[in-house]
């Protein structure tokens, strides 16, 4: 088939002007010719992980996942944040967390910036063995607020948190009920948590966490004296 003159002479003006104007445009805007330049697509910038410390870190990897194990104790919960005469209760408690770091440009985090640097929003599933009682699963939806910026980061990744949020449990344990009767199983949920990561590795942390279940003060209209585990985990970061 052949193409009248006039459509062959426009087809190689496009032709001449599309290689050209690649060359013209990037060599003005940029030190690279190359095309392909305007088509990659913006990475995140490569940071040395030692240089990731405090809030730049969650902000970073702004999800987490966290394994904990605790040990039921007996002792109201200023016995255990003072780590007096504690008493063991046959219990134990295993939790599988979930976290995302909101941005700074969110109204919530913005709003409590800069009494608190880090706002997260948080969940766990925890499932509760006891002596003489059935296994009983746990909800807990928290919002939890972190401080992340220590002066000793570039040695040890410190970072201290306190979260807040309600709780629901399949079963009212044994330890919430030993001296009440008039016990709910959707209560108030508290955490204290204290993390620790090595400077170069500082996206796998050591948590030492205290989970604590109770009526707050009768607001939610409970007679559970509340429960109070202490215990270990790991959280991982990322993004």
Do not use: C
Request: no cysteine; proline share 7%.
């Amino acid at each position: 088939m052949t193409f009248p003159k006039s459509v062959r002479i426009i087809a190689q003006f496009f032709i001449i002007m599309g290689n050209l104007l690649p060359g013209i445009i990037w060599g003005a805007t940029s030190p690279s010719s190359h095309p392909v330049a305007a088509t990659k697509t913006p990475t995140k910038p490569s940071i040395p992980l030692t240089s990731l410390t405090g809030q730049n870190l969650y902000d970073h990897y702004p999800w987490s996942v966290l394994y904990y194990y605790g040990w039921t104790v007996s002792n109201p919960l200023i016995d255990v944040l003072t780590l007096h005469d504690l008493q063991r209760w046959p219990e134990t408690i295993q939790s599988f967390e979930l976290a995302y770091t909101l941005s700074e440009q969110n109204p919530v985090r913005r709003f409590f910036n800069p009494i608190v640097g880090v706002i997260q929003l948080a969940g766990n599933f925890t499932v509760r063995d006891g002596k003489n009682e059935p296994t009983i699963y746990e909800f807990d939806p928290y919002m939890i607020f972190r401080w992340a910026n220590f002066p000793w980061n570039k040695y040890l990744n410190t970072s201290f948190a306190l979260a807040e949020g309600v709780s629901y449990v399949t079963s009212v344990p044994a330890v919430e009920k030993k001296d009440n009767d008039n016990t709910k199983r959707f209560l108030n949920y508290l955490i204290v948590e204290l993390t620790f990561a090595a400077a170069e590795f500082p996206r796998l942390q050591l948590v030492a966490r205290i989970h604590h279940r109770s009526g707050a003060f009768g607001l939610y209209h409970a007679g559970n004296t509340g429960s109070n585990d202490l215990g270990l985990g790991l959280r991982y970061l990322f993004d």
